[in-house]
């Protein structure tokens, strides 16, 4: 099992936090990168309820987690830090240069034309939940996610992963779409959800999940300090 308490490398995560986060903070990405290689990793846990300490700025700017440090290079961001694993590993982007380009291509867009409308569905259902202009916004905010999601759906095809074999591209896409999972949305595309349950069932996954879960701790209530 890659996390070792001894590992060079070290991934920001976070402890004490909502129950409706768990499953779902980004760290999830990296563990599973981390998995998939077989690359021991050590956690460094930060309380989630309160904001980071100054020094943990300095290597990540916003105070969110995952950073990665392995000792060569300090990241932030999932999206580089995906990148600069598969750099490392062909098991988790591929050395022929359309399938790379492919590969590096829907990581962007899973960062970027499909998970920011998602988040936006998530802050009107969770915390704007209740305010009255929420009803109005939600019906486009779910079209436009609808909207998406037939893209993706287009592009995959029959094909069981993005790039043509299992890559980051695949990573990044199935824990954005997870972020729907109070939702029928993905349901709506069957192909979709038939992907994103092929991603979920890969022993990598299932070994990340449990570890985050186990130091995210107990759930606490939004609101109540941790």
Do not use: C
């Not at 499953?23 to 309160?50: H, K, P, Q, S």
């Not at 759930?219 to 300090?225: H, I, M, Q, S, W």
Request: net charge negative.
């Amino acid at each position: 099992m890659p996390l070792d308490p001894k590992a060079d490398t070290v991934v920001s995560a976070l402890k004490n936090t909502p129950a409706f986060t768990h499953g779902l903070v980004r760290d999830l990405r990296v563990r599973w990168a981390l998995e998939e290689i077989g690359r021991a990793y050590r956690t460094e846990l930060y309380e989630g309820m309160v904001p980071r300490p100054d020094d943990y700025r300095r290597w990540q700017p916003f105070g969110q987690v995952p950073a990665f440090d392995d000792g060569k290079v300090r990241l932030f961001e999932t999206g580089a830090i995906l990148l600069y694993l598969g750099e490392q590993d062909e098991r988790l982007l591929p050395r022929d240069p359309q399938a790379r380009a492919d590969a590096t291509a829907w990581v962007f867009a899973a960062l970027n034309s499909v998970e920011p409308m998602i988040m936006q569905l998530a802050r009107l259902d969770i915390f704007q939940a209740g305010e009255a202009w929420t009803r109005e916004a939600r019906p486009s905010t779910v079209a436009f996610i609808e909207g998406r999601l037939a893209r993706v759906t287009e592009a995959l095809g029959d094909e069981e992963w993005l790039a043509g074999r299992f890559s980051v591209a695949d990573i990044m896409m199935v824990t954005v779409l997870r972020n729907l999972r109070s939702t029928p949305i993905v349901a709506g595309f069957p192909r979709l959800a038939a992907y994103q349950a092929r991603g979920e069932a890969r022993p990598a996954f299932h070994q990340a999940l449990a570890d985050q879960i186990a130091g995210l701790g107990e759930p606490v209530k939004l609101g109540e300090p941790a």
